[in-house]
């Protein structure tokens, strides 16, 4: 552990700590900041940082001026739905790479992997044909189904290394007393699992709400989109862009996230350090 005794080395820990929080927070703030100027006060030669006339009218107009509560839903639709069976999918393939053995494991579980190497956009235009060809394309479950893809492979890797570390004593000693491979799974490992299945969850909820490309892609009705989309084409355009409309926006668009963080990240924080030491 680090250990500051003079009063020199806790003042130059404090100036690198306040240097690199304001660094990393100052975009936030912008953006809250912006979100409460008017119009006239945005688009100004020299922008000030705090608004001479704070104004909430940015929200006020944010859920009659666009389809935000409907693009809200189907974020939670897309994003949710990707996120569960991510973690679903991710559990039976990472517990069957750690604690089983047979013909071909290693080879299928890198070649997983391998998936995360590629640009998402070059599998986007893999995707596109496949989706369009089932029927796919403009429904929640075409979306659901490339969050899917794009999660997986990350998703069973962090459940593997997690996995990896739970002792195969507790795992042999529920066989001898006649347990199912299903039962010892779901009664005895998932619940030790817990702050892993929690991380990937959150991994993959936070990666599909934030997606844009793969949403603007794939989904094209306007009924349909989800904030990203919603975000650009309702806010930014050729001729004219609502900055502080779209700052409003940003920002009760990403409370969901926040908030779901705000609850989770105990669990986030064991799960991603978890496989770090090999117990």
Do not use: C
Not at 6 to 20: H, K, M, N, P
Not at 111 to 133: D, E, G, H, N, R
Not at 137 to 148: E, P, S
Not at 199 to 213: E, I, K, P
């Amino acid at each position: 552990m680090l250990k500051l005794l003079s009063w020199q080395s806790r003042l130059a820990f404090t100036a690198v700590f306040s240097l690199i929080a304001g660094f990393l927070f100052l975009p936030l703030g912008w953006m809250a900041l912006t979100s409460i100027k008017p119009e006239a006060e945005v688009f100004v030669r020299m922008p000030t940082l705090w608004p001479n006339a704070a104004t909430l009218q940015n929200y006020a107009q944010l859920f009659s001026r666009s389809d935000m509560l409907l693009q809200l839903k189907n974020s939670l639709i897309t994003a949710g739905g990707g996120a569960v069976l991510t973690v679903i999918l991710a559990t039976y393939a990472a517990y069957s790479f750690a604690k089983f053995r047979y013909l071909g494991r290693k080879p299928l579980m890198f070649l997983m992997l391998s998936a995360q190497m590629f640009p998402f956009a070059m599998m986007l235009i893999s995707l596109y044909p496949m989706l369009q060809w089932a029927g796919l394309l403009n429904t929640h479950l075409g979306l659901i189904l490339a969050y899917i893809i794009l999660a997986l492979p990350s998703g069973t890797y962090m459940l593997y290394s997690y996995f990896i570390n739970i002792p195969t004593e507790i795992i042999e000693a529920a066989r001898a007393d006649g347990a199912g491979e299903l039962y010892i799974l779901h009664r005895i490992v998932l619940p030790l699992a817990m702050p892993a299945l929690v991380t990937v969850g959150l991994y993959s909820f936070m990666w599909a709400w934030n997606d844009l490309l793969f949403s603007l892609t794939l989904i094209t009705q306007p009924e349909l989109r989800t904030v990203g989309p919603g975000l650009l084409l309702n806010y930014i355009g050729e001729s004219r862009n609502d900055w502080g409309g779209a700052m409003a926006a940003s920002i009760v668009s990403s409370l969901p996230v926040v908030i779901g963080f705000a609850f989770l990240q105990r669990f986030f924080i064991q799960g991603l350090t978890a496989g770090a030491v090999k117990s």
